[in-house]
């Protein structure tokens, strides 16, 4: 079990967001790693978030910061480089699952059919991003589960930042959600209030494969 998998099977949320402004970006994971959260994804959505990327690494060396939205093996191989502890994309590209095993860094591709899933468990993901999850529903979680009773699916595109859809996503058998555009689109003063009692909410909830 890897270090991501402890982690979002206690957390049960992944807060994710673009690193774009180096000094907001800093503030964000200060306040996260206050409210006891141990994983965050950023994003790599511009050349900015990719210059911060590695500044925030050292400077946050006890969280776990991940890379999201990776595309193509080369990108993969930067962030791995400036020490990424996993990587995260929103579709399973195979030279991005080499590169990832060759390191044994956690690779997240994203699914959208019982077959990418399957597909995605087969090049190595030992957690799949279910996305976009608006589309597929909590009902797609709850079929999913009954041929694939030991997919970890981290629920991504689709997930509000309220108790009801992240105990609804929850109870139907994702492993985790994660939180991003929504939640931190909030005024700043309710970001960290709403995450607080969301995290608590979801720590309470016994993930599907360790239930009796």
Known sequence: MSGLLDVLTRDRVLPLFTPEDLRAS?????ALQDLGVRAVELTARSPKAA????TLRREFPNLLLGAGTILDPDTARA????GAAFLV???LIPEVARVCREVGAPYLPGAGTVREVVEAQGAGAEIVK???AEVLGPAFVRALRGPLPGARLLVT???TPTEESVRTWLEAGALAVGLGGALFKLPAEQQLRRLKALLATA???TPSEARP
């Open 26 to 30: 800093r503030t964000r994971l200060e």
């Open 51 to 54: 210059t911060n990327f590695g």
């Open 157 to 159: 595109g689709g997930v």
């Open 203 to 205: 720590r309470q909830l």
């Open 89 to 91: 994309g929103p579709c």
């Open 79 to 82: 962030y791995l480089a400036q």
């Open 130 to 132: 279910l996305f976009p």
